[in-house]
């Protein structure tokens, strides 16, 4: 009789272990987020960014008219990317169309994508690709809060 009493303790100790391990997995599927694809353009039409948030935010790309030439480092006006201010963007790919009036002379293998770094208040180059089919360049970047970005010639390695 013993022996049967152990066992229907264990039989208890097997079902609580059973209903903590679905109570704990149940809580974690309701309350962990499930990542958000996000898939926004410009008004221009001239830059998208196709990336992944896990904060259901709002991302927007705004164009800073006549910002043309005010950057030394940039041939393009100056976009800023915007998502809420607690939104990570993740595994972004950017992509920015090149527009006839930002100069005829300008050779795509020769650019590259740059955003303006807050940390160390300059503008810094994305490793970027060309598409010649497309008149594109594109970087993947990742970052929080807002983004301020445009094209820009590659920095020759001395």
Known sequence: MTGRKKTKKNFHWHIAIVVAVVFVGSFLALFSSAPDHIFTRSSDGLVTL?????????????LYEGTEGSVEE?????????????????????????????????????????YFSGSTLSWEELPSTFDISENSVSALIEFTGNVQVGVGERVQSE
Do not use: C
Not at 50 to 62: F, G, H, L, R
Not at 88 to 110: C, F, N, R
């Open 50 to 62: 196709e990336a992944v948030t896990y904060s259901s935010s709002t991302v927007e790309i705004v």
């Open 74 to 114: 940039l041939e393009s006006p100056i976009y800023q990317i915007s998502a809420d201010i607690d939104a990570t963007i993740q595994d972004g790919e950017l992509e920015i169309v090149l527009d006839p009036t930002w100069g005829s002379d300008l050779d795509l293998s020769e650019l590259s994508i740059f």
